[in-house]
């Protein structure tokens, strides 16, 4: 089992960059395909982005793409994404979570392990 902390959020003005980090625990985070999700108020969690288990290969939701980039630092256990040009629309709870060990990288919801989630703040 894996435990997700994220870190990073806070309010930015528009156009402006933010870094999300997500640390995880124990010793097999090479084990873990890994995403990005995002809640706003009133809405369902979205997908934003994934990774594969070695970092070769990443995934985006068309409303970040380009302005986003999410990386991975297996020797460090940590996930990181790197958010910029933000907007206002971008402002939601960001989540971090990771798949089952083995399992492939997804867009889907359907990840096993959530961290508990930091709050983005973009304002216009």
């Known amino acids: 089992q894996v435990q997700l902390v994220e870190s990073g959020g806070g309010l930015v003005q528009a156009g402006g960059s933010l870094r999300l980090d997500c640390a995880a625990s124990?010793?097999?985070?090479?084990?873990?395909?890994m995403g990005w999700f995002r809640q706003a108020p009133g809405k369902e969690r979205e997908f934003v982005a994934a990774i594969s288990r070695s970092g070769g290969s990443t995934y985006y939701a068309d409303s970040v793409k380009g302005r986003f980039t999410i990386s991975r630092d297996n020797a460090k256990n940590t996930m990181y994404l790197q958010m910029n040009s933000l907007k206002p629309e971008d402002t939601a709870v960001y989540y971090c979570?990771?798949?089952?060990?083995?399992?492939?990288?997804?867009?889907?919801?359907?990840?096993?392990?959530w961290g508990q989630g930091t709050q983005v703040t973009v304002s216009s």
């Open positions: 979570a990771a798949r089952s060990p083995g399992t492939p990288v997804t867009s889907t919801p359907r990840y096993d392990y």
């Open positions: 124990g010793r097999t985070f090479t084990s873990y395909a």
